[in-house]
């Protein structure tokens, strides 16, 4: 599986079949040299927006290199800032107020219109494995059943669609 990335989920079987989890993934690579001449300033960013979640178990992702628990960080406080969060999607956004125990907040356009939910997620939300080794070796990063009930507790009232 040298150089690529897999993402796979399981099903729960509490009265969701027909469906099918939608999950919209972005990734970005930031690579540089001019951070010094012994490391280069890499930084590899994922971002899922969770479409249909009521069949989502469980949310699993493959990468092609090892990840240390302690290199994975949220990116939750850092997009609860207006000119950030307008910047990372490329137009103009509001964060609104901090909710359900300062664990999401809403992406507003400039009409006052909910675009979309940012949902906290913390490293114990996910379990980390790494299989192969040496070159060969690849990091998987579950993202735990907990987590995705939380999700989908939160997505009663379609809070990941745009209302």
Request: net charge neutral; glycine share 4%; proline share 1%.
């Amino acid at each position: 599986m040298r150089g690529s990335i897999a993402i796979w989920h399981d099903a729960s079987t509490d009265g969701a079949k027909g469906y099918a989890p939608k999950i919209e993934l972005h990734i970005n690579i930031w690579k540089g040299n001019r951070r010094n001449l012994r490391r280069r300033f890499d930084l590899f960013d994922i971002g899922l927006r969770f479409e249909e979640i009521r069949s989502l178990r469980t949310l699993s992702i493959s990468l092609p290199f090892v990840v240390d628990r302690g290199q994975v960080f949220d990116l939750f406080d850092i997009m609860h800032h207006n000119s950030t969060l307008s910047a990372i999607f490329n137009e103009t956004l509001l964060a609104d107020t901090l909710q359900d125990e300062e664990r999401i907040f809403a992406a507003r356009n400039e009409r006052k219109k909910v675009q979309f939910y940012v949902c906290r997620c913390s490293v114990s939300d996910m379990e980390f494995s790494t299989i192969g080794k040496d070159d060969d070796a690849s990091t998987i990063i579950l993202f735990k059943e907990e987590f995705c009930k939380q999700l989908k507790r939160m997505s009663v009232t379609n809070i990941f669609g745009s209302e």
